[in-house]
């Protein structure tokens, strides 16, 4: 689990126009939240976190914040960004405690080569995200998803997840992760082509 330092400060004033200022002062406004403190409102340099942003990956990333001198550890739970330019308008932090589960989003890794690609079947994820409840120390970095034996026809659902006793997934049991859908008439001709293409370039490097 990735860990990244960041430097916060408390702020007094809120509303549109103290945070619009804020923000063009190179600073996001944000709130702490979570078990054992009542909300905090703070600011956190927009580089800073653009560049614990960089490498994010759902809940796979630990923040430890100095604000002003007090250390908290929390995590990201909500990141606003301008629909237009996609700059960060505003963040929430869970405050995270030892001994309390906390939930986040972790990704779904898809791991090997499905068998059903093999017989010109197309894998589609269907689930990038999923949403587990655990302790600080326990968070996974993702969810692997061996799609090794997956046929055409066939698909991986949250049930089918071997997960230690320690993380447990708060999707629907029926979520569908992944499947090997059957490819449709147009790219089914399209195999056969490539492959008549391929088949013909052979014949032509024999002669």
Not at 105 to 129: C, F, H, T
Not at 177 to 185: A, H, M, Q, R, W
Request: glycine share 8%; proline share 4%; aromatic share 2%.
């Amino acid at each position: 689990m990735e860990k990244v330092e960041l430097k916060a400060w408390k702020r007094e004033e809120t509303g549109k126009g103290p945070c619009r200022r804020m923000r063009k002062a190179g600073f996001v406004p944000a709130v702490l939240y979570g078990p054992d403190i009542d909300n905090i409102n703070l600011k956190l340099r927009t580089v800073d976190i653009e560049r614990a942003l960089h490498n994010y990956r759902g809940g796979s990333l630990m923040l430890e914040l100095d604000i002003e001198g007090e250390k908290k550890m929390a995590v990201f739970k909500v990141i606003d960004r301008h629909p237009v330019t996609d700059g960060l308008l505003h963040v929430d932090l869970q405050n995270v405690v030892k001994g309390h589960k906390i939930t986040v989003d972790v990704p779904v890794n898809i791991v090997g080569k499905a068998a059903g690609v093999a017989k010109g079947g197309i894998l589609q994820q269907e689930a990038r995200k999923l949403k587990v409840e655990c302790l600080p120390d326990n968070i996974p970095d993702s969810i692997d998803v061996d799609v090794t034996e997956l046929d055409i026809g066939e698909s991986i659902h949250v049930a089918d997840l071997k997960l230690p006793e320690t993380v447990r997934v708060l999707d629907d049991e029926s979520l569908t992760i992944v499947l090997v859908s059957e490819p449709t008439k147009e790219e089914a001709e399209a195999g056969e082509e490539g492959a008549e293409e391929e088949a013909q370039k052979e014949e032509e490097k024999e002669e």
